[in-house]
């Protein structure tokens, strides 16, 4: 596992949001990035910068390229998906990892059990 921070940003300003996540894998980043543009929403000229421990820029995308990934991704179990066409109630709490299922997408979600700590 290794942390990376996530901003959500407007272009010109500083950061509305900095989150250090720990995230499995670098293939991972990408479902972290269109979680957290789901949650925070799309604003203009918002976008999303993720930064490796050393403070280098790997990701930088603009927050509606982030939601317009969500509805691209063919697995029919994601969890992000579901709840960007308002079948469930996001509140962050989901874990991502990448997708085990024979390569059909390049991520997997599920939510959180409840029970989980």
């Known amino acids: 596992m290794t942390d990376f921070t996530f901003e959500y940003c407007r272009r010109g300003e500083a950061p509305l949001l900095v989150e250090t996540i720990d995230v499995p894998n670098e293939a991972a ?3 972290f990035v269109e979680a957290l543009a789901l949650r925070l929403g799309e604003s203009p000229g918002a976008f999303i910068r993720v930064c490796n421990e050393r403070g280098q820029a790997v990701v930088r995308t603009g927050v509606s390229t982030a939601l317009a990934s969500i509805e691209q991704c063919p697995c029919g ?3 992000v998906k579901e709840a960007a066409r308002g079948g469930r109630i996001f509140n962050g709490d989901f874990q991502l990892s990448p997708c085990r299922s ?4 390049n991520c997997k979600s599920f939510a959180q059990p409840a029970s989980a700590a």
């Open 29 to 31: 980043i990408w479902c």
């Open 77 to 79: 179990s994601c969890a």
């Open 102 to 105: 024979l390569g059909s997408c």
